[in-house]
């Protein structure tokens, strides 16, 4: 006696009502995309079956409880087709549409139109299904096209994949169902970005994306992902006979299949055209990545006179899109200056044609991209050119590494003009900070004379480009060395407006410390910061050779600020600059210094350095400090004013006593406020 036997018929009929339900749900749900119950009552069902079998350890062979569940393999077994799993000729245009239909007419000796079916092409990964009296028992990759993998575990766990061929009549006694297995483009993109996450290797594309999921040894690593399927062929056959394409679509749809979105059958190649035109402007409207059409003569008798070359029907031909991809080789890294000083990393590639157009280099975007990507020059990648968009790296093919690849670093010096380059913490860019760079100098000589800066009327971006091209204006102070005569060689210039311009410029001498520190554009330093650095330095030589230190002790002046401005300052090209200028003749007034104003402050000229804890928190007193025209500092020395002492004061409370320093407590400080200003704290 079998333990099925045993099992109580009521039982048996349950599950059985259970997994047809089940199945037809399913199949609304992930083929129709029109579910008649809610994923409530799915579940309910689910479980009641699961429940069921595990009780009577009757479990029918298309039970969706066995979609899951197998164990991880390790490799995959080789699996024979048994009718050889074909690619596809390819047409790149029209005109080799028609040029096919020609040779067809010819093939078969007729003039009459060709009844064709024209479908999308699916670009993602073909695989058989193979079926033995209704149910399927293996499923394999293409391969080779005589020889897959067998990833029936994985197939499995696609929803869309029936378990069992349903529907009128009896299902053939044995049947190879061919289709592609593909991922939806937001799907593909929502996996991307977990791994990115969890910094794993990106898919180049979605087909990438369908291929790895099917090509995974662990089955559960294959149900996570949303895979889907299309079926539009078959192999081999027993028990079922079909007269076309058409047919066979019609088949696949009533015995459950999921079958490609569209698929028209027209008479004669201009209707095709007109189809294939159709898929072609539609194809942003798919959810899924398409990279053609697919053309097959609709009827099997022709199909069947026609027959194949080696590897490819002469009844079909895919009209192939322009491509969005191709693979190159990376023969050179550089960085570009663009027009703010930031210098971009390219990449030089071996010349590839994607869609039509060679593509030879494209931008990496920034320094953190390459680190991100792991690119590295002699290394092939897969760069991308879709629609209006700039062709970029996708991803490195890292399997085609020999071990000779480059890896290229941030670069020390600017690309064009040698000068150190600079980059903030935090930022992934990087820049060249210099006056002369002639990557940027007319963007910063346009900017030098705008109104808000030098307000040199005429001195406009027309005619720096102008001055700039005829090599009259190549380093700021040249502003300053142009001379009439110059201007009136040029074709834009008359004697009133070379008159005019030279007069502009004259007059600009005269300027403000914050006015001129704005105008010379110094990174993050805008007009706010160029007031606030006039308050603080007398001079513009004050800030020669600054340190970031020296600067941040401002209150409003940021790191960012504090960094850029000593990096300016302490490059020896720039100062020069600066001296040039001021030799022809630029005169720096500085109304906005502080002394002067602030001098009735109590604290004003007196110096405070902090040691041990005090009753509040030790940047708040400085602050006070600063309120009040003092100037706190870490650096204790016999020019000190003052040192107050905390609670537990550290070694600066002997050095003052040795220097001679006055030390102070907090309520001592708040006293000295009070004594010196004659009126109560300003808080
Ligand atoms: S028919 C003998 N129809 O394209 C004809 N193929 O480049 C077999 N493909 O290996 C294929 N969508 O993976 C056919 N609607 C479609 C298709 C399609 C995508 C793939 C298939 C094939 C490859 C050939």
């Given at each position: 006696m079998t333990i099925s036997e045993k099992i109580p018929e009521q039982i048996k009929k349950e599950i059985a009502q259970l997994v047809k339900d089940l199945n037809y749900h399913c199949y609304r749900y992930?083929?129709?995309?029109?579910?008649?119950?809610s994923d409530t009552e799915y579940d309910r069902e689910y479980r009641r079956l699961k429940e069921l079998e595990e009780k009577s350890n009757y479990i029918l062979?298309?039970?969706?409880?066995?979609?899951?569940?197998a164990p991880p393999l390790e490799k995959f077994e080789k699996v024979k087709h048994t009718e050889p799993m074909l690619s596809l000729d390819n047409a790149f245009s029209h005109d080799e549409v028609r040029e096919f239909d020609k040779r067809i007419k010819r093939l078969l000796d007729s003039d009459r139109e060709i009844e064709y079916t024209v479908e999308p092409k699916y670009d993602g990964l073909a695989i058989e299904l193979s079926y033995r009296n209704g149910l399927l028992y293996k499923s394999s990759t293409r391969g080779d096209g005589y020889v897959g993998e067998d990833v029936t575990w994985n197939i499995r766990t696609i929803k869309s994949v029936p378990l069992k061929i349903e529907g009128q009549g009896k299902a053939p006694e044995e049947i190879d169902i061919r289709g592609e297995v593909f991922i939806d483009i937001d799907e593909f993109e929502n996996l991307n970005k977990q791994r990115e996450e969890k910094g794993e290797p990106l898919f180049a594309n979605p087909r990438n994306a369908a291929a790895g999921s099917i090509r995974q040894l662990d089955p559960a690593v294959t149900m996570l992902r949303k895979l889907h399927l299309a079926c539009y062929g078959i192999g081999a056959v027993k028990g079922l006979r079909l007269k076309s394409q058409a047919e066979l679509v019609n088949w696949l749809a009533e015995a459950r299949f999921p079958t490609p979105a569209m698929m028209k059958t027209v008479q004669g190649i201009d209707a095709v055209i007109a189809v294939v035109r159709e898929i072609e402007d539609t194809r942003g409207d798919f959810t899924f990545e398409i990279d053609g059409a697919v053309i097959k003569v609709n009827d099997f008798v022709l199909q069947q006179k026609l027959g194949v070359k080696t590897r490819e029907p002469r009844w079909a031909i895919a009209y192939k899109f322009e491509a969005h991809q191709g693979t190159t080789k990376i023969r050179e890294i550089h960085g570009s200056v663009g027009r703010t000083g930031v210098i971009t990393p390219f990449a030089v590639f071996e010349p590839v044609k994607i869609g039509g157009v060679m593509v030879s280099r494209s931008t990496l975007h920034n320094w953190d991209e390459i680190k991100r990507k792991d690119i590295k020059i002699g290394d092939t990648v897969v760069v991308e050119r879709a629609g209006d968009v700039i062709p970029h790296v996708?991803?490195?093919?890292?399997?085609?590494?020999?071990?000779r690849e480059k890896s290229f670093s941030i670069p020390?010096?600017?690309?064009?003009?040698g000068s150190t380059v600079m980059r903030e913490e935090g930022e992934v860019a990087v820049r060249c900070v210099s006056l002369h760079c002639p990557a940027q100098i007319q963007e910063k000589i346009i900017h030098f004379a705008s109104r808000g800066g030098m307000d040199i009327e005429g001195l406009g971006e027309k005619n720096v480009e102008l001055l700039y091209s005829r090599g009259l204006i190549q380093r700021f102070e040249d502003i300053y060395r142009l001379e009439k005569e110059n201007l009136l060689e040029l074709p834009r210039f008359a004697e009133k407006s070379a008159h005019n311009l030279i007069d502009a410029i004259e007059k600009s001498k005269h300027t403000t410390l914050a006015k001129f520190l704005f105008a010379i554009g110094i990174l993050h330093v805008g007009e706010y910061a160029a007031k606030l650095l006039a308050k603080n330095f007398r001079t513009l030589e004050a800030l020669y050779h600054i340190s970031p230190e020296e600067i941040i002790h401002i209150k409003q002046a940021g790191e960012k600020i504090a960094s850029s401005v000593a990096a300016f300052f302490n490059d020896k090209k720039n100062l020069q600059t600066l001296n040039s200028m001021i030799e022809l003749g630029l005169d720096i007034k500085n109304p906005d210094f502080a002394a002067g104003t602030d001098?009735?402050?109590?604290?004003?000229g007196l110096s405070f350095v902090i040691t041990g804890t005090l009753p509040k928190p030790r940047k708040e007193v400085e602050g006070l400090i600063e309120k009040h025209g003092g100037r706190p500092s870490s650096a204790l020395s016999a020019k000190t004013n003052f040192l107050i002492a905390g609670e537990e004061p550290g070694s600066k409370l002997l050095k003052a006593k040795s220097l001679g320093v006055r030390t102070i407590s907090y309520t001592e400080l708040l006293k000295l406020i009070e004594e010196r200003s004659g009126h109560p704290r300003l808080f």
């Open positions: 992930y083929v129709l995309d029109a579910p008649v119950i062979p298309d039970s969706p409880t066995l979609r899951v569940g996708v991803m490195v093919v890292k399997e085609e590494r020999t071990g020390e010096k600017c690309p064009a003009c001098a009735h402050l109590p604290l004003k």
